[in-house]
């Protein structure tokens, strides 16, 4: 379980290439990959519906610094935050597997 000293540090601070964030290697590191995905994720869907960080903050009831914190990878989101997006997005933000299977 990832936790203790090993959240210490920011994700985007654990890629070789930190100032790619969102899109820096993180190979080394699944749980920042998700992280890191999940921004992705998170940018991508405030381009497509012309969405501002203070708008989504509005919309679903995050506050704005923690979405900020969140896009840049500066920060190990907490579980509601990301059901709290999902759920006032209405769509997924968690990734799946790498492969793409479900797991049971």
């Given amino acids: 379980m990832v936790g203790g000293r090993a959240r210490s540090v920011p994700p985007r601070d654990l890629a070789q290439d930190p100032e790619n964030w969102p899109h820096a ?5 699944p749980a920042a990959a998700v ?3 999940i921004a992705a994720a998170l940018v991508d869907e405030l381009v497509a ?14 506050n704005r ?3 900020n914190t969140l ?3 500066c920060s ?3 579980v509601a935050t990301i ?9 997924r933000l968690w990734p799946g597997p790498p492969d793409g299977s479900a797991r049971s």
């Fill in 49 to 62: 519906r012309r969405l501002s960080r203070r708008g989504l903050a509005a919309f679903t009831g995050v």
């Fill in 76 to 78: 190990w989101p907490d």
């Fill in 25 to 29: 290697d993180l190979s080394a590191h």
């Fill in 83 to 91: 059901a709290q997006l999902e759920i006032g997005l209405d769509i």
């Fill in 71 to 73: 896009i840049s990878g």
């Fill in 35 to 37: 992280v890191q995905a």
């Fill in 65 to 67: 610094q923690s979405i």
